[in-house]
């Protein structure tokens, strides 16, 4: 269970209600659609207790008598089970049945939660899962159980306090004096060329990439190729679960802000707005000073490897500085998606106002890149003043401009902007616009963002 992709952002919960829901309404009468709703809520919280994705015909009997027992209910059985098969809500295979979809028992175990917040089992289980977000089990419950809940209180507090207590003594990246060390890697930033030809390609290698941290992440984290032993690796392991937890935790909480944003208070919202910025950019200072500080010993490896695979050609200077841009490149990609992942969660037009006024209270560099990431997570004209404000801030910085860069860069691939804007967008950040025509058909292939 819960190894779905797809359950990335809790505005899915009412797509996800509104196909469960048109599923049941063929099959069972009106009145009837609360109680079924509970019926499947309850088993969804029995496979839990029970560490299983589906039960045998005698289990799942001993479940609907408990049922019926514990709410004085009489449920032809037969029927029950024929009604939710045929619903496509359940599924039987080999005698076993369970839940058709990942989806289908996250919804209505978020819904069980929900709805049980007074039972000191239920609160023993959301402290589990909010100290254990990077497991997906684990962060998809919290992500459901934050689309049903009516109590935000209960959902907010237990979300800020995981995300707060991540890197708790870590103070946040702010891309000025913390990120030197990287700009000193690069002389000028590396180029950067949007192709009108290859649009469509580089928008899908934008979401693979996006995609592939996130899946490389949890791959990592349940991989059985790490020794207990070894203590480096637990080390990383142990870094790459809190990274990992932290920016679950600041997805969950985003999506919840932006789904109750008309009823949370200013107050309660800034403070929100300040977890999920500060929480991010720990994260992502954590990540940054393991390669802004690379050890002189890896540096020379990494340089006799490069001779190697060079065959020697090229003097020692210029192989480091070719590595050095190399790991520039990487950590800014890499920092890009810490950025954008912030900045999308909790994005949208509704939160506009109250992220424009978190802003104002905490203008800094690596807020505004945040905020910007936000912003660009609409199909809303970029407002080309406000991008060249943040442009100024970040010239001394090549790190940051790189980010900067990134983020409109994959804006202007996900969005259809008009062709004037782009001019201006890429004029005032240096990317080259590039046109190809057949005259170029040699060097097209060669052609690759660096």
């Not at 449920?75 to 295979?93: K, Q, S």
Request: aromatic share 10%; proline share 2%; glycine share 6%.
């Amino acid at each position: 269970m819960g190894q779905s992709n797809g359950l990335e952002n809790s505005a899915l919960g009412y797509y996800y209600e509104y196909m469960i829901l048109g599923a049941l309404n063929s099959k069972v009468r009106h009145e009837q659609t609360h109680e079924v709703l509970n019926y499947c809520s309850q088993f969804a919280w029995f496979l839990k207790n029970g560490e299983k994705q589906k039960v045998s015909d005698k289990d799942f009997r001993a479940f609907h008598s408990a049922f019926e027992d514990k709410f004085d209910l009489s449920i032809n059985y037969e029927g029950r089970r024929r009604t939710l098969i045929e619903a496509n809500i359940f599924l039987l295979t080999d005698e076993e049945i369970g839940f058709r979809y990942p989806y289908s028992y996250f919804f209505f175990l978020g819904r069980f939660l929900s709805r049980n917040l007074e039972d000191q089992e239920i609160v023993g289980f959301i402290g589990e899962c909010c100290k254990n977000l990077h497991v997906r089990e684990l962060g998809n419950a919290m992500l459901f159980l934050a689309h049903h809940s009516t109590d935000g209180t209960v959902v907010f507090d237990a979300l800020k306090k995981s995300i707060d207590s991540r890197f708790s003594t870590v103070k946040p990246l702010a891309f000025n004096h913390d990120t030197a060390k990287l700009d000193d890697y690069v002389e000028n930033l590396p180029a950067l060329v949007f192709s009108k030809e290859n649009e469509l390609a580089v928008r899908n290698n934008v979401q693979i990439h996006n995609e592939g941290v996130e899946v490389g992440l949890d791959g990592i984290l349940v991989s059985k190729d790490f020794s207990d032993d070894d203590e480096a690796q637990r080390i990383v392991l142990d870094l790459l679960a809190e990274i990992n937890g932290l920016i679950r935790g600041v997805e969950i909480l985003g999506s919840a802000l932006k789904a109750n944003f008309g009823s949370i208070d200013s107050k309660t919202k800034q403070s929100l707005i300040d977890t999920l910025f500060q929480g991010g950019l720990r994260a992502l200072r954590s990540f940054v000073e393991i390669f802004a500080a690379t050890p002189e010993g890896v540096m020379a490896e990494l340089i006799e490897a490069l001779q190697m695979g060079d065959n020697g050609s090229g003097s020692k200077a210029i192989r480091e500085k070719a590595i050095k841009v190399k790991i520039f490149q990487v950590v800014g990609r890499l920092s890009f998606w810490f950025i954008h992942r912030v900045g999308s969660s909790v994005g949208s037009r509704s939160m506009s106002p109250a992220i424009d006024r978190y802003i104002k209270t905490n203008d800094t560099v690596a807020n505004r890149l945040v905020a910007m990431a936000g912003k660009l997570e609409t199909p809303d004209p970029i407002t080309l003043a406000e991008l060249r404000e943040l442009n100024g801030r970040v010239l001394k910085s090549a790190f940051a401009q790189s980010v900067l860069r990134w983020i409109v860069y994959s804006r202007i691939h996900m969005y259809r902007t008009a062709e004037r804007e782009k001019q201006q967008i890429c004029e005032e950040l240096g990317i080259r616009i590039e046109l190809q025509h057949a005259i170029d058909f040699k060097t097209k292939a060669t052609k690759r963002i660096s």
